[in-house]
């Protein structure tokens, strides 16, 4: 009894002296979204501020220009409507970059997970192809398709086929053998047994798939048009940097980013569709 | 009828190799119920999916009505201790399924599952997943799904085991049920003596690894049984102390 009661008296100061940070620690943690959004754009204004600021005092505005300036340029964009061209042609390739990918990732990822032979036979040079920078296949491109928007389509799509493709496999990969085995006892042919088991079965990896490659479609046109190319997000960017053009540079990289967070939040929608249709099935 | 002459079967692993069954003669009458029993990973199970046609012997061959199985035999209805529903449809869509892989139009195959259903107990959970089901309910479901197929045999692998006493007698209860209507050949695969009693008219049982056939007996009671009371009569418990003593010595031999 004696040394319980010494070990409280010793444990005490040293609780209440740890309660105060915790407290305001969890009162951090537990702050809800509006004042969160609030705080979220402080940080942005403090960063533009300080970077306004600095901008010509410590560093060369030749460098890093200003906010304002940059600012300026995309209004001069947005309003003599040439910034639109350059934002379609990367969208357009992204998009048709990110279809023709996901569909060949799809396929071939189905068809070489059905077939194990196929899948150790090809292995080796799947894991080389994957081991190349994607970007160093670029020249080939231009080679074969021209300065175009083929070139880019087919940049973006090398980099989210083999994305695609190992979500898929994987997912072939898992599919339960005795759900297939049940199947087969019940006369299944082996084109039931796939659009019945082994494609609802891997849904959610091709998706997990689908989800990690889109930003990659970006990446790819981006690389694309800033290699060989005269229309595009990323030739803007080029060519602002050629005329030594910062506030085009940043201006350019802003629309990029707005770009990337539109495509985030279109994944994030339809994702949170597709997982309460899961929610209801499990 | 099924017969099992000489059969064997090894398996490898990298470079190691095992015999999981051994120089396994057995006939299955048609219409009747067996009982496997054997200690647990004896290769009763492999025994099953050979007569499934699921993969071959490596020696001797298992004949199905006078053919030699190839190929997975479809007149076999397979249930094990795992479920095995398709996760991502509901109840009625799972019961369904045998008949839309048949190519039935979607008005009939669903009738015929709500039928099933109702006749397993399960009216009002058509548009449940496997996830909100029971145990005990999820059982329902495999068996409404197999007997829709309309399998001759049915290869029950432990299918009740996961169940606690009370739901397993109401299972045993509603199978003698089903057989009784439609008198498949049953195949049941059990570690358990009572179960085995009072749902076979022989039982076989199976070594330690590689499987072979220990004995095997008759199970001599009346049908149709009743489920609750059978447990209790005197012939019961004659057949089921006489099976112990022979388990008993078949296992105390193999243990040192």
């Known amino acids: 009894m004696n040394s319980d009661h010494l070990l409280d008296r010793v444990d005490q100061p040293a609780e209440t002296a740890n309660a105060k940070p915790r407290r305001r620690r969890r009162r951090l943690e537990e702050v809800g979204t ?11 204004v403090a960063f ?11 560093i060369s505005e030749f460098l890093i220009s200003t906010p304002l300036a940059i600012l300026g340029r995309l209004w001069g964009w947005i309003v003599a409507g040439s910034i639109f061209p350059h934002l379609w042609a990367t969208v357009e390739a992204t998009l048709l970059g990110f279809a023709i990918g996901s569909v060949l990732g799809v396929l071939g990822g189905v068809w070489l997970g059905l077939s194990p032979f196929l899948s150790r036979l090809l292995n080796p040079y799947i894991w080389a192809f994957n081991a190349l920078p994607k970007v160093a296949l670029a020249p ?20 989210v086929v083999f994305l695609v493709f190992v979500n898929t496999f994987a997912g072939v990969r898992e599919v339960d053998n005795d759900l297939v085995d049940v199947l087969r006892l019940m006369k299944a042919t082996r084109r039931q047994i796939l659009a019945k088991v082994v494609l609802p079965s891997a849904t959610s990896w091709i998706f997990t798939g689908l989800k990690t490659a889109l930003p990659y479609a970006l990446i790819g046109t981006i690389m694309g048009e800033m290699i060989a190319s005269s229309r595009g997000l990323g030739y803007l960017i080029q060519r602002s940097g050629s005329e030594f053009d910062t506030a085009g540079v940043f201006a350019a990289l802003t629309v990029i980013a707005a770009l990337a967070v539109v495509f985030n939040e279109a994944v994030n929608l339809v994702q949170s569709r597709l997982e309460g249709w899961k929610v209801v099935s499990r | 009828m099924i017969e099992l002459q000489d059969i064997g079967k090894t398996f490898s692993k990298g470079a190691q190799t095992f015999r999981a069954v051994q120089n396994v003669n057995v006939r299955v009458d048609p219409q009747s119920v067996v009982a496997f029993i054997g200690p647990s990973g004896c290769g009763k199970s492999t025994l099953l999916n050979m007569i499934a046609g699921l993969y071959p012997p490596s020696e001797g061959r298992v004949r199905y009505n006078g053919r030699t199985v190839g190929d997975v035999n479809t007149d076999v209805g ?4 795992k479920d095995n529903l398709l996760p991502w449809r509901a109840v009625l869509d799972n019961v369904a399924l045998p008949l839309e892989l048949a190519g ?8 015929a599952a709500r039928a099933m259903l109702a006749h397993v107990g399960l009216d009002g959970f058509e548009q449940k997943f496997s996830s909100e089901l029971s145990g005990g309910m999820r059982k329902r479901v495999c068996l409404a799904r197999m007997l829709l197929h309309g399998p001759q045999v049915l290869l029950l692998d432990e299918p009740f085991a996961a ?10 209860d509603l199978l003698l049920k089903l057989w009784a209507e439609n008198r498949q050949t049953i195949i049941l695969v059990t570690h358990d003596l009572m179960e085995a009693i009072t749902l076979a008219d022989r039982i076989v049982v199976f070594s330690k690894r590689p499987a072979r056939v220990a004995f095997e007996g008759i199970v001599d009671l009346p049908r149709p049984r009743d489920v609750d009371s059978i447990r ?3 012939r019961f418990h004659e057949i089921y102390t006489a099976f112990w003593e022979r388990l008993r010595q078949e296992y ?4 040192p």
């Open chain 2, 163 to 172: 169940l606690d006493p009370q739901l397993r007698i109401a299972m045993h």
């Open chain 2, 232 to 234: 209790f009569t005197s």
């Open chain 1, 34 to 44: 509006p004042v969160m959004l609030l705080l979220q754009a402080a940080v942005g």
């Open chain 2, 252 to 255: 105390d031999e193999v243990t």
């Open chain 1, 140 to 159: 080939l491109f231009i080679l074969w398709l021209g300065l175009g928007i083929g070139s880019k389509v087919a940049l973006a799509a090398a980099l």
């Open chain 2, 104 to 111: 039935w139009p979607p008005a009939k195959r669903y009738d």
């Open chain 1, 48 to 58: 533009l501020v300080l970077w306004q600021l600095l901008s010509g005092r410590l």
């Open chain 2, 78 to 81: 397979y249930m094990t201790q």
